[in-house]
């Protein structure tokens, strides 16, 4: 399977992913392409379009695209986050009707939780969904929303109940082309150039009893039980995105020269990589054991918030030092390093802020120590 993922990842994306940066989106035919190979989705059940795998397979999916440095395809949102959602709250309609599209690449998801008032907070979104005549009429905005431009489907997160805080929130599921559901142009970001980040428009969007997700009101916990795998597959990106990292600066050390050696033969430059070393390497086996206790459903959020948290401060930290070792041209976008130095840093940010996810782990330490 890693071999088959790492020639699409070689083949058909690492030679073109430049080109989309400059766009600021993939195209559809890639997303179909991953479909038809069997890259997306494949924890779902075979009924589904899946291939019935476990959450294995898109580790090694994700830890693929990270070692070229692709952060533009936003796979692993549709496979991960958006797909387990509609597979574990969905009525078995709309499993079948969105389930086997978002597995072939047919259509792209997204899923619109973060507002230009609100992000971490989910408690207190001001996305409203008014009761109406045959369902309900969603207003509000939502910002940094992943794979928003090309979006056929979006889970949108709106309180049914103003000033009620997480006992107001409901799930939607809006598609394309409903009258007053507008997608912006690609923002423009630090870094992730090519992945397609937009804001989106509800004004007085109409949906239906049939577009609610799950139950009215149960939403917020509906989005906590999911969490822990959001958190997982970004912490598996960013161990993965460690690793690329120095093994492409231990290359770079060894063949460059200054002051008539290698830098590499340099003490300063071969503890910084040492240590380094050491702290990926302690990071992946974290990870790993991460992924054996999620698949075994005995991953809490807890343990994933220590994931994303350390190995996220981690990528950002590796990305500075090994920039730092590549001299003037670490600072060049043309060197992996300097693309992955920015594209690392949001990672401390969505997903919920490493802030959120030191007061998630804060938050334990009392009941442990009872």
């Not at 088959?4 to 559809?28: Q, T």
């Not at 890259?39 to 070692?67: H, I, K, N, Q």
């Not at 533009?72 to 969105?98: C, M, N």
Request: charged share 25%; aromatic share 8%.
């Amino acid at each position: 399977m890693r071999d088959a993922m790492r020639r699409f990842c070689e083949r058909e994306i690492a030679p073109f992913h430049a080109a989309w940066e400059d766009e600021g989106v993939v195209p559809r035919a890639i997303w179909r392409r991953a479909g038809e190979l069997g890259f997306l989705c494949m924890t779902l059940p075979s009924e589904y379009g899946g291939a019935d795998a476990d959450f294995r397979a898109s580790a090694v999916f994700s830890e693929e695209l990270a070692r070229i440095g692709a952060s533009g395809p936003g796979f692993a949102l549709q496979s991960d986050i958006v797909a387990p959602y509609i597979l574990h709250y969905g009525t078995e309609e709309q499993k079948r009707r969105w389930l086997p599209r978002l597995a072939s690449g047919e259509i792209v998801s997204a899923i619109a939780m973060s507002e230009p008032g609100t992000g971490s907070d989910l408690a207190a979104v001001a996305t409203r969904a008014r009761r109406v005549d045959g369902g309900y009429a969603i207003d509000g905005a939502k910002t940094f929303i992943t794979n928003g431009v090309l979006a056929d489907l979006v889970i949108v997160v709106a309180t049914t109940e103003p000033g009620a805080g997480s006992r107001g929130i409901a799930l939607f599921l809006v598609e394309r082309g409903m009258p007053g559901f507008a997608a912006g142009r690609p923002l423009k970001k630090v870094g992730l150039k090519a992945q397609d980040t937009a804001e989106l428009v509800f004004d007085g969007v109409r949906v239906g009893e049939d577009a609610v997700l799950g139950e009215i009101g149960a939403g917020f916990k509906m989005l906590m039980s999911e969490l822990a795998q959001e958190r997982l597959s970004i912490a598996v990106t960013a161990v993965a995105a460690c690793e690329t990292a120095l093994e492409q600066t231990i290359a770079y050390c060894t063949q460059r020269e200054a002051f008539g050696k290698r830098i590499l033969d340099f003490q300063n430059t071969r503890f910084t990589l040492a240590t380094l070393t050491a702290k990926v390497t302690m990071a992946r086996v974290f990870v790993d054991r991460c992924i054996e206790l999620h698949c075994r459903g005995e991953l809490d959020a807890t343990t994933a918030a220590i994931a994303k948290l350390e190995t996220t401060e981690l990528q950002f930290g590796v990305a500075d030092e090994c920039m730092q070792l590549h001299g003037g041209y670490g600072y060049m976008l043309e060197y992996p390093i300097a693309r992955a130095w920015a594209d690392g840093r949001v990672q401390r940010i969505y997903g919920g802020s490493n802030e959120i996810m030191r007061e998630i782990i804060g938050r334990s330490l009392e009941g442990s120590r009872r």
